[in-house]
């Protein structure tokens, strides 16, 4: 018969298979309808107690190293100009640490806004996901370049910041009035200056940008300075609760640009170590999917307890968005590729991404009662990295790859329930019926016989 829902009210279940040890109280109480792409019912975590060390590459714009006063090569791991690209080379200049005068010796990025053209500083933090509270502290001072005026310092310089998700903050740097006898303005450093944001986006852009009125800054040689960047989090808890047929979808990155993830593919299937992957374990886990009902409802409309064996087809897939060519989920067929042998190096794991069961089960249904069967498909949802293995001396040359992929668990076996409950009304009155005969075509009292 088909199968359907049952009614609430009392109910006896029978756990044919199951990975112990598993507490089934609380799937035992009712039914639990769905589909292999349910979500997980473990609530969610609780958000991490303390600010987490955020690595800012880079952050105090030593590299590439360079000797003289100045320099406008481009800071390693910055981005330069009014996109998130790699910019135009002279996009800012950089002070060694004797001009800058920082009280701990670093170097420093002077933001620069030519008349031509607007530049920003810019940098993805990596490993900040969509919804942490990120807090960036860095240290700020007026210029020191012998390009400015004394107009254009004596009250300050002004820049903006901003965090992707969060406002555009203006800024104003302390002023500086004392010109030094190398004839470069003295700094005026402002330290431990803090943001705060919340990231709308995985890997948040961070940028700096000079607003000097140009009336200030003819030459593009005359802008604030910035160093001594330090980026926190508070991770968002992991959210259990998303369809493993509605995942987030895969971002690819080379520096700090974002890319099509076949462009990410491409490279890291390229050789079979030509990526890592790395799991970011405290957002992966095993999981239940929801119960839903196998095959078709059974109705004991006899006196005696019924006993028969039940074929049980059980089926599992994957999930996930990558192109065929990655060979994982989505388009996952078991072919051997360099990212799959990439994430099963990464993982341990080495999961089968489409699996199909048989299985028989003894059913035994009491009289008056349904039994029907439910299952629920032990699965993996693994969320992490691929990054270039070999690191370019300037990381925005390297590529990373973020993708979450929910498959078949390794660890985990599936669940088997029958499942058994009283008649309905109408199930009642169905075995009440009267049986379907044809009249008996002599009478009661005749005697039968052969040619009858």
């Known amino acids: 018969m088909e199968p359907r829902p049952r009614p609430a009210g009392p109910t006896r279940t029978r756990v044919l298979a199951r990975t112990a040890p598993v507490a089934c109280l609380s799937l035992c109480l009712g039914l639990l309808t769905g589909t292999a792409t349910g979500h997980a019912a473990a609530p969610a975590a609780a958000p991490s107690a303390a600010p987490v060390p955020v690595t800012v590459l880079n952050g105090d714009f030593a590299q590439p190293a360079f000797t003289g006063v100045n320099t406008g090569a481009n800071p390693y791991a910055w981005s330069v100009g009014s996109t998130s690209g790699t910019g135009t080379t002279g996009g800012v200049w950089r002070w060694n640490a004797a001009t800058g005068g920082h009280p701990d010796g670093l170097t420093a990025a002077m933001l620069r806004l030519p008349t031509e053209a607007t530049y920003g500083l810019k940098q993805r933090l990596r490993g900040v996901r969509t919804g942490a509270r990120v807090t960036v502290t860095y240290d700020e001072s007026p210029s020191v370049s012998n390009s400015c005026t004394a107009a254009a310092l004596e009250q300050g310089q002004t820049y903006s910041v901003q965090g992707e998700g969060g406002p555009l903050t203006d800024r104003t740097t302390l002023p500086t009035t004392e010109k030094l006898p190398s004839n470069y303005w003295k700094s005026a450093w402002r330290t431990g200056v803090t943001l705060a944001f919340t990231a709308g986006a995985n890997e948040p852009l961070l940028t700096f940008v000079s607003t000097v009125p140009a009336a ?20 968002p808890p992991v ?9 987030p979808a895969s971002e690819a990155f080379y520096g700090n640009d974002r890319r099509a993830a076949a462009d990410a593919v491409a490279y890291c299937n390229g050789a079979v170590n030509r990526c890592t992957f790395t799991a970011e374990e405290d957002y992966s886990f095993s999981y239940y999917a929801p119960a839903r009902v196998a095959a ?13 064996t039940r074929p049980v087809t ?18 996952g067929t078991g072919t051997p590729t360099n990212m799959a042998q990439q994430y099963t190096q990464g993982t341990g794991l080495s999961p089968a991404w489409n699996t199909s069961q048989e299985r028989s089960v ?3 249904v009491q009289p008056a009662e349904a039994s029907w069967i439910e299952t629920q498909a032990a699965r993996r949802r693994t969320e992490g990295w691929f990054d270039a293995t070999t690191k370019a001396t300037d990381p925005n040359y390297d590529w990373r790859l973020h993708t979450v992929l929910d498959h078949p668990s390794t660890s985990l076996s599936d669940r088997i329930y029958q499942r058994t409950g009283p008649f309905t009304p109408s199930e009642k009155q169905r075995c009440q019926s009267d049986r379907p005969n044809a009249t008996t075509p002599v009478g009661a009292t005749d005697p039968a016989g052969a040619e009858r």
């Not at 959210?239 to 995942?247: F, G, R, V, W």
């Not at 059980?314 to 388009?331: E, F, I, K, Q, V």
């Open 239 to 247: 959210d259990k609760t998303i369809p493993a047929d509605a995942l």
């Open 216 to 235: 200030q800054n003819a030459s593009g040689n005359c802008g604030p300075l910035i160093t001594n960047v330090r980026v926190t989090q508070e991770p």
């Open 362 to 364: 003894n059913e035994v």
């Open 296 to 308: 078709e409802t059974y109705f004991n409309c006899t006196r005696n307890t019924l006993n028969r």
């Open 314 to 331: 059980t089926a599992n897939r994957s999930y996930g968005d990558l192109p065929a060519a990655a060979g994982l989920p989505g388009n």
